[in-house]
């Protein structure tokens, strides 16, 4: 199977939940952070994440883009593309 590089996510800064859908987040966020592999912590990454977004809708090349953020956020450029994968994930709750 081929994998999808030029496909841009669109995300909107509003997001509708039930309540009901809330708290069975907050009950299995353990559970959820496991299967997406990422921790509380990748919060500090979210303006990093938004100026990706902002980028991959201009167009830029990837690669230009992690070297980029990599030098703006003080990352390795390796630890960019694994961050921007990860808030990227997909997973069945």
């Not at 800064?13 to 990748?42: P, R």
């Not at 100026?51 to 830029?60: A, F, K, R, T, V």
């Not at 090349?61 to 953020?69: A, C, H, I, Q």
Request: glycine share 6%; with cysteine.
């Amino acid at each position: 199977m081929a994998q999808k590089y030029n496909k841009i996510p669109k995300f909107s800064k509003n997001f509708e939940i039930s309540g009901y859908h809330w708290l069975f987040f907050v009950l299995n966020q353990k559970e959820i952070c496991a299967k997406l592999g990422i921790t509380m912590a990748y919060i500090k990454h979210l303006p990093m994440f938004n100026e990706y977004l902002d980028l991959q809708s201009h167009n830029e090349k990837k690669t230009y883009v992690y070297e980029y953020l990599g030098g703006k956020y003080g990352m390795h450029t390796s630890s960019v593309r694994r961050v921007i994968s990860r808030l990227l994930r997909v997973v069945s709750v």
